[in-house]
């Protein structure tokens, strides 16, 4: 079974830095991309960016680029999301899920079962 | 421009057909995807490509495309369809957006 597995709720306080991750399963790691949604408390998805574990390609959102880093360890099929200096606006749900490509086409499936960040002070 | 539009809200009578729509420039050279959020939970795939549903997913769900305005039509819709959805595609610049996302009400 194809899985992706995130990491726990994390609370933190502004300023602080944070590391997430998901972990793939059940098919090769280094060849489908991965992305990262954030949605916001009773808000939409958005997508952030995607890394390509084989080779750590990394193509971001023009929204998230600079204030976010996507990072993979392919040794151990997992994808990382990380911030230098946390921001309450950082407050969200993040979701990891594997990205497919088709003709004229791309999706996202699996989905992870999202993270739970909180920044507050 | 990446951007794509959904209608923030949509009803339906128990039993009969809503069609949902995403509109984008991207939408005029790619399929979009489409995903079922309910309360609490993650995204699932409901609809990707032309109109392909994954494994699981009833046949009452279904998309199709023109110019730039992608749908996913549900005909026949039940209690538990009431949900959030949302369009995502791929465009020319190798981003992946979303559409704001439509909150279905089955009535």
């Known amino acids: 079974e194809v899985q992706l597995v995130q990491s726990g709720a994390e609370v933190k306080k502004p300023g602080e830095s944070l590391k997430i991750s998901c972990k793939g399963s059940?098919?090769?790691?280094?060849?489908?991309?991965i992305g990262w949604v954030r949605q916001m408390p009773g808000k939409g998805l958005e997508w952030m960016g995607i890394?390509?574990?084989?080779?750590?390609?990394?193509r971001y959102s023009p929204s998230f680029q600079g204030q976010v880093t996507i990072s993979a360890d392919k040794s151990i099929s997992t994808a990382y999301l990380q911030w230098s200096s946390l921001k309450a606006s950082d407050t969200a749900m993040y979701y990891c899920?594997?990205?497919?490509?088709?003709?004229?086409?791309?999706?996202?499936?699996?989905w992870g079962q999202g993270t739970l960040v909180t920044v507050s002070s | 421009s990446s951007e794509l539009t959904q209608d923030p809200a949509v009803s339906v009578a128990l039993g009969q057909t809503v069609r949902i729509t995403c509109q984008g420039d991207?939408?005029?050279?790619?399929?979009a995807s489409w995903y079922q959020q309910k309360p609490g939970q993650a995204p699932v795939l409901v609809i990707y490509?032309?109109?392909n549903r994954p494994s699981g997913i009833p046949d009452r769900f279904s998309g199709s495309s023109s110019g730039n305005t992608a749908s996913l039509t549900i005909t026949g819709a039940q209690a538990e369809d009431e949900a959030d959805y949302y369009c995502?595609?791929?465009?020319?610049?190798?981003?992946?957006?979303f559409g704001g996302g439509t909150k279905l009400t089955v009535l």
């Open positions: 059940g098919y090769s790691f280094t060849s489908y991309w």
């Open positions: 995502n595609s791929r465009d020319s610049s190798g981003n992946h957006p």
């Open positions: 890394i390509y574990p084989g080779d750590s390609d990394t």
């Open positions: 991207s939408l005029r050279s790619y399929y």
């Open positions: 490509g032309k109109n």
């Open positions: 899920a594997r990205l497919w490509f088709g003709e004229l086409s791309g999706w996202f499936d699996p």
